[in-house]
C-alpha cells in the first residue's frame, strides 16, 4: 500500500517531528544564560529579576511582577544634525525641547536600578549635549548597570569632557559613522562633520591611555545605504586604526526596502517573538512619557505619564504605568489580537504583535518553522512608526534617502 501524500518534503516531515524535541532540549540553556549586558554587576535581585522576567514572557503574563532588564532614557530630545529618517532630525515636534529633570531620572534609579541590567541614554535627540549626561552615567555605572550612550560625535568636545566622560564608568560609546568620506557621511548624517566625529573617537581613545581605563569600548555603528556600500572598507581600516569595534547593520529608508537582496541585515530580524518592549525593556522620555518603545515619537502614543516635581498628574512609580491598562491591552494581544479591545493603540497593527499573530496561526495549522514567512521586514516596521502621526503633525520633509 502506498504512502498518501501529505505534500511535505523529507526535511519539513523531520522538522515537524524533532523542532520540539530541540526546543525541550534546549529550552533551559535558552532560559538560564545570562543576557549579553556588558558592564552589568550580576547580583542576586537582578538574576530574580532576570528569570522572572523570562518566566512571565514565557507565559505571555499580563500583569508583570518582575520590571524591565533594559531602561532607555532621553537625556535631552536636541539635536544637532538632521538625519532624514529621524524624527528630531526631520523638524518634527511631538514634545517641548528640554533636558530631563534630575529627580525624575534619579527616581526612577531609585525605583529601577537594583534590577536594570542597562541602561541606554539616547533615544529622539543626542545624549551628549545633556550637561548633566556624565553626571547621570556615574549614578548608573555605581549601582552596577551596563550603561551605553550613542552619539553622532559630530561636535566640539573638548579633553576635560572627554575626561569626564572616560572616568564617568561609561559601558559602551556607540559613534555613528555612516560613511568614510564627507560627501558620503552627510547624506545621512546631515550637517555632520566626519573629520570633527573622528577626531573626537580618538580624544576618548587617547584620554581612556592617559586615565588608565579600558572603558568605555568604542563602537563604530555604520549605517549602510546604497550611497555608502563602497566606503565600507575604508571604514573598516578607520575603525581599525582607531581601535573601534566595527559594526554594520542596514539603514532603513522611507519607502520600499532598498536591494532586499543584500547580504547585510538590519540589526534586528523580523522573528515571531512576544514583543521585548513589552515584557523586558521600557522607555522614558524628557517629560516622563513612558513611551511603549523606541519606534514611537508622539505623546499621542505613550503607555503612561510619570509624576513631574511641578504637577500632580501621573504615577509616582514606573511599576504604576508598567502595569497600568495602555501596557495590560498590549500585551493581551499577544494572547488573541483579535481580542484586541482597543484598536487604534499603536501595537494592534504594529508588524511585531501581526507576525505573532501570523506565526501562531501558522503553527496552529501544522506549519514548517523553517519555511515560514514574517511578511513584513524591518524596513516596513521602520515605515510603520514613521508614518504614524497624530492630527496636525507635519508631513515628513523628506521621501527618499540614499541614493548612490
Ligand atoms: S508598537 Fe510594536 S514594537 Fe512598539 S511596543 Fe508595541 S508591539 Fe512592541
Same mark, same amino acid.
Given at each position: 500500500?502506498?504512502?498518501?501524500?501529505?505534500?511535505?518534503?523529507?526535511?519539513?516531515?523531520?522538522?515537524?517531528?524533532?523542532?520540539?524535541?530541540?526546543?525541550?532540549?534546549?529550552?533551559?540553556?535558552?532560559?538560564? @544564560?545570562?543576557?549579553?549586558?556588558?558592564?552589568? !554587576?550580576?547580583?542576586?535581585?537582578?538574576?530574580?529579576?532576570?528569570?522572572?522576567?523570562?518566566? =512571565?514572557? %514565557?507565559?505571555?503574563?499580563?500583569?508583570?511582577?518582575?520590571?524591565?532588564?533594559?531602561? *532607555?532614557?532621553?537625556?535631552?530630545?536636541?539635536?544637532?544634525? !538632521?538625519?532624514?529618517? #529621524?524624527?528630531?532630525?526631520?523638524?518634527?515636534?511631538? @514634545?517641548?525641547?528640554?533636558?530631563?529633570?534630575?529627580?525624575?531620572?534619579?527616581?526612577?534609579?531609585?525605583?529601577?536600578?537594583?534590577?536594570?541590567?542597562?541602561?541606554?541614554?539616547? %533615544?529622539?535627540?543626542?545624549?551628549?549635549?545633556?550637561?548633566?549626561? $556624565?553626571?547621570?552615567?556615574?549614578?548608573?555605572?555605581?549601582? /552596577?548597570?551596563?550603561?551605553?550612550?550613542?552619539? %553622532?560625535?559630530?561636535?566640539?568636545?573638548?579633553?576635560?569632557?572627554?575626561?569626564?566622560?572616560?572616568?564617568?564608568?561609561?559601558?559602551?560609546?556607540?559613534?555613528?559613522?555612516?560613511?568614510?568620506?564627507?560627501?558620503?557621511?552627510?547624506?545621512?548624517?546631515?550637517?555632520?562633520?566626519?573629520?570633527?566625529?573622528?577626531?573626537?573617537?580618538?580624544?576618548?581613545?587617547?584620554?581612556?591611555?592617559?586615565? /588608565?581605563?579600558? *572603558?568605555?569600548?568604542?563602537?563604530?555603528?555604520? $549605517?549602510?545605504?546604497? !550611497?555608502?556600500?563602497?566606503?565600507?572598507?575604508?571604514?573598516?581600516?578607520?575603525?581599525?586604526?582607531?581601535?573601534?569595534?566595527?559594526?554594520? =547593520?542596514?539603514?532603513?529608508?522611507?519607502? =520600499?526596502? +532598498? &536591494?532586499?537582496?543584500?547580504?547585510? =541585515?538590519?540589526? &534586528?530580524?523580523?522573528?515571531?517573538?512576544?514583543?521585548?518592549?513589552? +515584557?523586558?525593556?521600557?522607555?522614558?522620555?524628557? &517629560?516622563?512619557?513612558?513611551?511603549? #518603545? #523606541?519606534?514611537?515619537?508622539?505623546?499621542?502614543?505613550?503607555?503612561?505619564?510619570?509624576?513631574?516635581?511641578? *504637577?500632580?498628574?501621573?504615577?509616582?512609580?514606573?511599576?504604576?504605568?508598567?502595569?497600568?491598562?495602555?501596557?495590560?491591552?498590549?500585551?493581551?494581544?499577544? @494572547?488573541?489580537?483579535?481580542?484586541?479591545?482597543?484598536?487604534? $493603540?499603536?501595537?494592534?497593527? #504594529?508588524?511585531?504583535?501581526?507576525? +505573532?499573530?501570523? +506565526?501562531?496561526?501558522?503553527?496552529?495549522?501544522?506549519?514548517?518553522?523553517?519555511?515560514?514567512?514574517? /511578511?513584513?521586514?524591518?524596513? &516596513?516596521?521602520?515605515?510603520?512608526?514613521?508614518?504614524?502621526?497624530?492630527?496636525?503633525?507635519?508631513?515628513?520633509?523628506?521621501?527618499?534617502?540614499?541614493?548612490?
Amino acid at each position: 500500500m502506498s504512502r498518501p501524500k501529505t505534500g511535505r518534503s523529507l526535511r519539513q516531515r523531520l522538522m515537524r517531528v524533532f523542532y520540539p524535541a530541540l526546543l525541550w532540549i534546549f529550552w533551559p540553556y535558552l532560559f538560564l @544564560r545570562l543576557p549579553d549586558y556588558p558592564g552589568a !554587576h550580576i547580583t542576586f535581585r537582578r538574576l530574580v529579576n532576570l528569570y522572572r522576567n523570562r518566566w =512571565e514572557i %514565557n507565559r505571555l503574563r499580563i500583569t508583570l511582577r518582575s520590571l524591565p532588564l533594559k531602561l *532607555t532614557i532621553e537625556p535631552i530630545n536636541v539635536c544637532n544634525l !538632521h538625519c532624514p529618517a #529621524c524624527f528630531t532630525g526631520d523638524g518634527q515636534v511631538g @514634545r517641548a525641547r528640554k533636558a530631563m529633570p534630575p529627580d525624575l531620572y534619579q527616581r526612577l534609579l531609585d525605583e529601577m536600578g537594583d534590577y536594570l541590567w542597562q541602561l541606554e541614554f539616547c %533615544n529622539w535627540g543626542e545624549p551628549l549635549l545633556s550637561k548633566q549626561i $556624565h553626571t547621570m552615567i556615574r549614578a548608573a555605572a555605581n549601582r /552596577g548597570i551596563g550603561t551605553v550612550v550613542n552619539t %553622532n560625535f559630530s561636535f566640539p568636545f573638548s579633553a576635560e569632557r572627554a575626561e569626564d566622560l572616560v572616568r564617568s564608568g561609561l559601558t559602551i560609546l556607540g559613534v555613528s559613522i555612516d560613511g568614510a568620506r564627507q560627501e558620503t557621511y552627510e547624506q545621512y548624517r546631515v550637517g555632520g562633520d566626519l573629520d570633527t566625529v573622528l577626531a573626537n573617537c580618538r580624544l576618548v581613545q587617547s584620554t581612556k591611555r592617559k586615565v /588608565g581605563l579600558a *572603558t568605555p569600548q568604542l563602537v563604530w555603528s555604520f $549605517h549602510m545605504f546604497p !550611497h555608502n556600500v563602497d566606503d565600507l572598507p575604508r571604514a573598516r581600516e578607520l575603525a581599525r586604526e582607531l581601535e573601534m569595534t566595527f559594526f554594520v =547593520e542596514k539603514g532603513w529608508i522611507v519607502g =520600499e526596502e +532598498w &536591494d532586499p537582496s543584500s547580504s547585510v =541585515e538590519f540589526k &534586528d530580524p523580523m522573528v515571531p517573538f512576544p514583543c521585548i518592549f513589552l +515584557w523586558s525593556q521600557a522607555v522614558v522620555n524628557i &517629560d516622563g512619557g513612558v513611551a511603549p #518603545c #523606541c519606534g514611537t515619537f508622539y505623546p499621542e502614543d505613550d503607555m503612561g505619564q510619570l509624576r513631574l516635581a511641578d *504637577t500632580t498628574a501621573g504615577a509616582q512609580t514606573f511599576a504604576e504605568v508598567w502595569n497600568a491598562e495602555r501596557f495590560q491591552q498590549a500585551r493581551a494581544m499577544y @494572547r488573541s489580537r483579535t481580542a484586541a479591545a482597543v484598536k487604534n $493603540h499603536v501595537c494592534y497593527a #504594529c508588524p511585531a504583535t501581526i507576525v +505573532w499573530d501570523r +506565526w501562531k496561526e501558522y503553527r496552529a495549522h501544522g506549519g514548517d518553522p523553517s519555511t515560514f514567512d514574517p /511578511g513584513f521586514t524591518m524596513n &516596513d516596521s521602520f515605515n510603520y512608526f514613521w508614518n504614524r502621526r497624530p492630527p496636525g503633525a507635519a508631513a515628513p520633509r523628506r521621501l527618499t534617502i540614499g541614493t548612490r
